[in-house]
């Protein structure tokens, strides 16, 4: 591999404005120094962002980070962004690639991290206010006190934070009962790109008590939430609890975790799981049979989260690199599995009933439960999942060696999972594995995700993992992924870019089939709420000039893959 | 474009016999049984396509002609009233029941499908659709869906949960435009997206002001293998509170609302018929007014199903579990009601179809209802606030029905409360009229949500509401810049 000696400069802010910033926050909280914005170009799940490090492309460096301490602050910001026609991006974590600039402009960081409270949970209303920077284990760790949870944690870690994954859409574990975090969230308080308050909900009319998240009239919430950070910077949100019977603590292994560096054997690594609660796994000899006694426990009702972890697994409960690599190659973990978490809400009994259902189901369509006598060093191995289902931390694990990008789609258990291994298996064989564990949807089951009462539908995920200091293999990831989601749109898999429906561009104005045109509407709400292009533009949608400008390679790469999939190329509209 | 053109370009369209303006007919759309003012449309186009709606939504843009979406005009509160004259776009012939999915669990509807004929349909194969409690039957189900209206199961289904999947819909330029898996024009059955996750929430309460829905896929469910009514009678509402609240908290039963006497009465009542037109005809009924005595003042009424499997075991470990809460609670818990035959019987078969709720129009002909959201801790207060004003505008107490819904195990309630009045007594509409604006607009100060402000209540709601407001305004200039779609509804008055 050549080096590349070229220097990386990225844009920087003229005096006049960054003297605006520290005047709002205080010097303290403001810094353009370069180690400090650097920081903030590098982020978890970003090939796109791994080559313009290879390249030595600065325009994923921030142009300074800001720090404000609350709204008004934040307030304030996006006012001088706009006085200055200075463009800005909200960040939390920086766990996603949404996080960064997202042209070589200077931009403005807007890091949330000094907004970081639970501010009040609601025994009444069942409801929970955070500010932007609070996170999953913090909520839970105060709600479950009162016998309360929010009803999930993302496999991304419980450090996510509430706000910026209603950026996405937030797939937790427990989706099967609960929905996703976007059907979840009560309000939210929301500095526009041009400085205005929204405020969502009943929260919006004064008087009137944070309890329910529509309207009034048209829910306005629904342009905000899956925008990627592009509607403005969410400074507050409210989200639902539910009844919590595990009690005020979680089990913890005796040494604590995952914090010790010697972490390495597996006895650190195991809790029990929460009280009143109960997961089973099941094997199974098939892909078929796996489908089959899915769709037919998520139509049982019952238990709260219902999932197959195929490869994954092996990241998330091996507690190393080498241990993971070891099990994926030896199929350790069984290729078609499931599992199913059980809860004693109503009471002891529940466990008992959804016990005996998922056991008849089981009986009826083939599979096996892990137990004491069949497999038992595999369900020891699973252990992890014992609390991660409810409070994860072992999902970074799958950037031990790189997580690089994903197709998700999302529908029905059988077509759904059918679409998602058809799909990603002409991705990996038109343009090979990155690494080994590529291969998880194609040789064995797609990660499967209940998410919805009943298993109505289902979010399947397929994940690229390549090796982030090769470029080749990060292009490499780049295409498979690309091809992934043309392919979806070509045979009418889903709604576009990902089963969680939310786009980013290109894949958003490039796609007309996909609305149709459903780039024309979403560039009216643009409009609407950045009149000014000025919040993480072009991120999720182009305006015409972007869209206008956007580079004719780019395009014609884009239209070989579109041919690829059967679409006709396309030409810039006028 | 003179309305003479208007009517040809129309009748190109949709054909001549679907285009009238007969005046009496047109009357026929100027009012619905709401205090909502009349408003008479220039004409009323039946259409039986998306292409036609599309067609009639463009022309309406070229001569700046509003349209007023209709599908079934049993909303009641005045949302298909034209306030600005134009066009009422009638899809009640669009009543196809398109798919039944048994395998994924949905239903794809045309906006005409009333929810009494996807009802029958479905439980002729074992399936059911979620309905609202006293939903008109005739109601489409998509416009219901649509408009938010609480379906009888809302305790538990919508936790997490929305009963609306895929959509189609016309935009207020004429585009045609798709969400969830249909969105690249594929098999439905997943709500999510395209491009925003959950974007097909924008055109809830709405009332059609930003986009014409037509067509829905909704979700669907087996019926339940054997269900259990339970009673659970109060004196007064506060003593209702806590074991709502521990009830739900237990995540025990599907269905779960609280009554008081004179609706559950109405329910009752075997004198009084369904009635099929609104406001109906009065009907004085010795039945109900005996009814309402013996009941006691409020009722919680709780339902257990049993699923297809272990329908015993199930039905078994719920019913034990509440009766344990009762007893804790140390409350009553009855399997029937002493002085209503077969009362268990007839509230099982409401859950299904909650047509006899209706019968309370009977009672005076209109029912002017303030429906609204509160939470569970707030209802005594509210409850006094409407007494207070009741008595203080000499309306019987008695006469007050009230329907009270948990949501979401108890997060919100979804409230009712409904004052009766002849529709053709003057005096008395006006008295009623003027103690349920007061009631209207003292209820919100006190903490009650309307959050689907229709009519009078838009002003009460949006005023409170200004950047909320703002917002809305602006998206509405920015996809329908001609007003056509329904204007003058929610805060989209011509200003």
Not at chain 1, 132 to 149: C, E, I, N, P, S
Not at chain 1, 211 to 220: A, I, K, T, V
Not at chain 1, 274 to 294: I, N
Not at chain 1, 315 to 330: G, I, P
């Amino acid at each position: 591999m050549q080096r590349n000696n070229k220097r990386s400069i990225p844009a920087k802010l003229t005096p006049e404005v960054y003297k605006a910033l520290e005047d709002i926050v205080g010097t303290e909280y403001v810094s353009e120094d370069r180690a400090v914005v650097e920081c903030y170009s590098k982020f978890s799940v970003d090939s796109s962002g791994a080559l313009k490090k290879h390249a030595k492309d600065p325009s994923n460096i921030p142009a300074c980070i800001v720090l404000p301490a609350n709204t008004r602050e934040v307030q304030a910001v996006v006012h001088v962004c706009n006085r200055f026609k200075v463009q800005f991006i909200a960040f939390s974590n920086g766990m996603i690639s949404f996080s960064g600039p997202t042209t070589p402009e200077p931009t403005v960081c807007v890091h949330t991290s000094r907004m970081n409270r639970v501010l009040e949970i609601d025994e009444n209303n069942l409801t929970a206010r955070l500010e932007a920077f609070a996170d999953y284990a913090q909520l839970q760790a105060d709600a479950m006190k009162r016998g309360l949870w929010n009803g999930g944690s993302p496999l991304a870690t419980t450090l996510c934070k509430l706000s910026s994954q209603s950026a996405f859409a937030g797939i937790w574990q427990t989706d099967h009962k609960y929905g996703t975090l976007s059907r979840n969230i009560v309000s939210i308080k929301l500095v526009t790109p041009t400085g205005d308050i929204l405020i969502t909900g009943s929260d919006t009319v004064s008087g009137m008590d944070t309890f329910w998240e529509y309207g009034p009239g048209p829910d306005l919430f629904s342009l905000v939430r899956g925008s990627g950070g592009t509607t403005g910077i969410i400074t507050e949100i409210v989200v639902k609890l539910h009844t919590w019977p595990g009690g005020p603590e979680l089990p913890e292994p005796e040494a604590g975790r995952p914090c010790i560096q010697t972490y390495t054997e597996a006895k650190y690594d195991t809790g029990s799981p929460p009280k009143h609660h109960k997961p089973l796994w099941v094997e199974f000899p098939d892909f078929e049979t796996e489908l089959k006694a899915l769709a037919e426990i998520g139509h049982a009702g019952i238990g709260i989260g219902l999932n197959a972890t195929g490869v994954y697994n092996s990241y998330y409960c091996s507690q190393t690199q080498e241990m993971t690599l070891e099990r994926v190659k030896e199929k350790f973990f069984p290729p078609y599995n499931c599992y199913l978490i059980l809860s004693a809400i109503i009471s002891e009994k529940q466990i008992d009933y959804e016990e005996k259902v998922c056991r008849d189901i089981i009986k009826e369509v083939g599979g096996t439960f892990l137990s004491e006598t069949y497999k038992p060093e595999v369900l020891d191995a699973l252990a992890p999942w014992n609390l991660d289902f409810v409070r994860h931390v072992t999902g970074f694990r799958m950037n031990r060696h790189a997580y690089g990008a994903s197709i998700i789609l999302g529908g029905p258990i059988t077509t759904v999972a059918h679409k998602t291994r058809e799909v990603w298996t002409k991705s990996i064989d038109t343009f090979g594995e990155t690494y080994i564990t590529d291969r998880g949807g194609m040789d064995d089951t797609p990660f499967l995700y209940s998410s919805n009462h009943n298993g109505r539908f289902w979010l399947t995920e397929a994940d690229a993992y390549p090796d982030m200091t090769n470029p080749e293999l990060l292009q490499k990831s780049q295409a498979l992924v690309t091809s992934g989601i043309v392919n979806t749109i070509a045979h009418q898999y889903g709604p576009g870019a990902n089963g969680l429906g939310v786009s980013i561009e290109p894949v958003t104005s490039f796609f007309p089939e996909v609305g149709p045109n459903a780039h024309h509407l979403f560039r009216k709400i643009r409009n609407l709420f950045d009149p000014n292009g000025l919040c993480a533009p072009g991120r999720q949608v182009f305006s015409k000039t972007e869209y206008d400008n956007f580079p004719d390679d780019v395009l014609a790469d884009l239209n070989k893959m579109r041919q690829m999939h059967g679409l006709s190329t396309i030409k810039k509209e006028k | 474009m003179q309305a003479k053109t208007l009517k040809q370009e129309l009748e190109n369209i949709a054909g001549q016999s679907n285009v009238i303006d007969d005046e009496n007919i047109l009357k026929q759309y100027s009012q619905d049984q709401s205090f909502v003012a009349p408003g008479k449309p220039d004409m009323v186009v039946f259409v039986e396509s998306v292409e036609q709606i599309q067609k009639v939504v463009k022309l309406a843009n070229k001569t700046l002609t509003p349209v007023t979406p209709y599908s079934s005009g049993k909303n009641l509160h005045g949302a298909t009233i034209p306030e600005h004259g134009g066009l009422i776009l009638n899809m009640s012939r669009m009543k196809k029941i398109l798919e039944i999915n048994t395998e994924d669990w949905f239903a794809i509807v045309e906006p005409g499908v009333t929810y009494r004929q996807l009802q029958d349909t479905l439980s002729r194969q074992g399936y059911r659709v979620m309905v609202p409690y006293g939903i008109v039957p005739e109601r489409s189900v998509l416009s219901s869906y649509l408009e938010r209206d609480p379906v009888l199961a809302s305790p538990s289904f919508e936790n997490g949960n929305s009963l609306i999947l895929d959509t189609e819909l016309v935009l207020p330029d004429g585009e045609l435009f798709r969400t969830g898996n249909w969105a690249t024009g594929g098999r439905p059955g997943a709500p999510n997206g395209p491009i925003r996750n959950t974007i097909y929430r924008l055109w809830t309460g709405a009332q059609g002001t930003l986009g014409i829905l037509t067509k829905m896929g909704v979700q669907i469910e087996p019926l339940p293998k054997a269900g259990k009514i339970f009673f659970i009678p109060f004196q007064n509402l506060s003593e209702a509170i806590e074991p709502i609240k521990k009830i739900q908290g237990k995540e025990i039963g599907t269905e779960c609302f609280l009554i008081n006497s004179f609706n559950l009465a109405a329910v009752f009542t075997e004198e009084w018929e369904i009635p099929e037109t609104f406001p109906a005809a009065i009907s004085a009924s010795p039945e109900f007014d005996k009814a309402r005595q013996l009941l006691p003042p409020w009722t919680l009424i709780i339902c257990i199903n049993g699923p297809l499997r272990r329908t015993e075991e199930k039905t078994a470990y719920e019913t034990e579990a509440l009766k344990d809460l009762c007893n804790v609670l140390k409350i009553d818990i009855y399997e029937s009601l002493p002085d209503i035959p077969e009362a268990e019987v007839t509230m099982l078969a409401e859950m299904l179809r909650p047509w006899k709720a209706l019968k309370k129009f009977n009672y005076k002909g209109s029912v002017h209802d303030l429906t609204f959201k509160a939470p569970l801790n707030r209802l005594t207060k509210l409850d006094k606030t409407l007494q207070d004003l009741a008595q203080a505008h000499g309306y019987p107490l008695a006469d007050i029905g009230i329907f009270l819904l948990p949501l979401e195990r108890a997060r919100a309630i979804h409230c009712e409360f409904d004052l009766h009045c002849a529709h053709s007594d003057k005096r008395e509409k006006e008295k009623v009229k003027a103690l349920w604006l007061q009631a209207s607009s003292s209820l919100i100060n006190s903490g009650a949500y309307f959050d689907r402000p229709y009519g009078p209540w838009a002003e009460m709601i949006y005023s409170r509401a200004s950047n909320y407001t703002s917002m809305l305004k602006k998206l509405k200039s920015e996809i329908d810049p001609n007003n056509i779609l329904n204007p003058g509804k929610l805060c989209f008055g011509v200003t």
